[in-house]
């Protein structure tokens, strides 16, 4: 099995889900490598609505896979902005780019600098030990 990659340019929570800055005080949410590896198959993906507001820690989504189903977390307090329609229909894209075909959702972010307090990529690999 190869090594399972976690980009330097994004950051991540405790829950294993990736936050990358978008720009604008938008930002991208994904599940890491971590967990697509540990759940498995994913077969169907449930996402917050575009309008939605989150608040940080709020149960947002779901992944189910063909062993379990896990909760997804807003990592930030915020507005959907977008979710990734095509995990309708391919929710395995989670499995083979969860880093880029497979992110979940975008939210514009009520607080921008919150976005530094979520692990940097070397704090989060050394909390999988």
Known sequence: MSELEYPANLRYTEDHEWVGDQGSGVVRIGITAFAQDALGD???????????????????????????????YAPLAGEVTAVNEQLDSTPELVNSDCYGQGWMYELRVADASA???????????????
């Open 42 to 72: 994913v077969v169907y993906v449930s996402l917050p609505a575009v309008g939605d507001m989150l608040s940080a820690g709020d149960s947002c989504g779901e992944v189910e896979s063909t062993k379990s189903v896990s909760d997804l």
């Open 115 to 129: 976005l530094e307090a979520l692990k940097d990529v070397e704090t989060y690999k050394s909390s999988l030990n």
